[in-house]
């Protein structure tokens, strides 16, 4: 089995990607700990802060066996960088060409967000089998995510935005969904204040409910 190979078994396994905004480079192996305590061996750290690269590098070198992607990627140069930085995968809000191209060259993972029929087909078009459903909760939620997927055979969605403990099962529960993001098993502000059993805590809660999710 490859390593895409593992990371994609990861996905549907615990069905679960923390988003991390991650102030505090020093954090790195704490908050890696966390998460694999808590149950979760995958994580996207967004290019939202200054020290994001730095982070998967560190997160990756204290627990090797995880899974780091780099989330918010905007520019193709971003790309390069976070792969430098030892990054899994690449999550982008958008469908930017040449963000997802430049993936295709480096033979790294690409999970580009799609909202419409038409970014979903740019998506096909590349080749690519999972898009990011993003922000989820304003674009209709999971009624307006299985209409989507319809037309849409074998294509898998990474919901994000707006989903957290309440309204997790109603995302699971759909078999077009691979996998969950959000930031509720690790806030920004739980990070900062290095409340690393809470977010263990939290990752284990969020892993149970999606565990037990029925699929319709
Ligand atoms: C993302 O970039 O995926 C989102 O900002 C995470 O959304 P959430 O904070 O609502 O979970």
């Not at 694999?36 to 090797?64: H, Q, W, Y």
């Not at 992607?69 to 140069?77: D, E, H, K, M, S």
């Not at 319809?150 to 529960?173: H, K, Q, V, W």
Request: net charge neutral; proline share 5%; with cysteine.
């Amino acid at each position: 089995m490859t390593r895409n190979d593992s990371l994609y078994s990861t996905l549907i396994d615990k069905k679960l990607v923390p988003v991390i905004k991650i102030a505090d480079a020093d954090d790195s192996e704490a908050l890696a700990d966390a998460l694999v305590t808590g149950g979760l061996s995958v994580a996207e750290v967004t290019f939202r802060t200054s020290c994001a690269a730095e982070a998967i590098g560190r997160m990756k070198d204290s627990r090797p066996g995880m899974f780091v992607g780099a989330g918010t990627v905007l520019r193709a140069a971003q790309v390069d960088e976070a792969v430098h930085a030892g990054a899994d995968f690449i999550v982008s809000p958008g469908f930017d060409r040449g963000v997802v191209e430049r993936c295709i060259e480096l033979g790294v993972p690409v999970v580009p967000g799609c909202v419409t029929p038409t970014e979903i087909g740019y998506a096909v078009s590349y080749g690519l089998g999972t898009v990011k459903f993003f922000p989820a909760s304003q674009f209709g939620g999971p009624a307006t995510l299985k209409a989507l997927a319809a037309p849409f055979a074998g294509i898998s969605f990474i919901p994000t935005g707006g989903i957290d403990m309440s309204n997790l099962r109603s995302y699971t529960s759909l078999q077009c969904v691979l996998a969950v993001g959000g930031s509720f098993m690790a806030s920004e502000k739980l990070i900062a204040q290095k409340a690393w059993g809470e977010i263990a805590a939290r990752t284990r809660a969020a892993i149970t409910e999606a565990a037990t999710t029925v699929r319709i």
